[in-house]
């Protein structure tokens, strides 16, 4: 199976085959997944409060749950949930395979319609970079 989705994908493909990404509806059968346009206007929002605003992952998530905007899984968003819908890159149309084995990782341009510019997605991965904390790691004080 495995073999088969990484051929999907190659041909330009959506590999989602449970869910699509928030923004994108994909119905039984359809190869090609298509722009919910509702969801769309949220991810330019969210990409626009985070580049142009300068807002914080977490300033976000609570300014869309105030709004009453509803995640990809109708529940609340969370700092983490903006982080990963700022880190699709779907939404610049490209399809992503295998994010967690480097080794067969690949990103390559889809076939479903862009929902934000190539150099707003490529700003926001820029800030992200930037604004990232490496956390120490804590040593214990006596060995046990």
Partial sequence: MRVGFERWAREVYSTCAAQSSYGYDHKNGQRVQTINEAEAETVRLVFDMYVNQGMSLSGIAKNLNLRGISSEKNSYWNSGSVQLLL???????????????PNRNF??????????????????????????????????????
Avoid at 111 to 120: D, F, N, R, T, V
Avoid at 134 to 142: I, N
């Fill in 87 to 101: 880190k699709n890159c779907n939404y610049i149309w490209h399809v992503r395979y295998s994010i967690h084995e």
């Fill in 107 to 144: 990103e390559t341009p889809g076939q479903h319609e862009a929902i934000i510019s190539e150099e707003l997605f490529r700003e926001a991965q820029i800030l992200m970079e930037k604004n990232s904390k490496a956390s120490p790691t804590k040593s214990p004080k006596e060995k046990n």
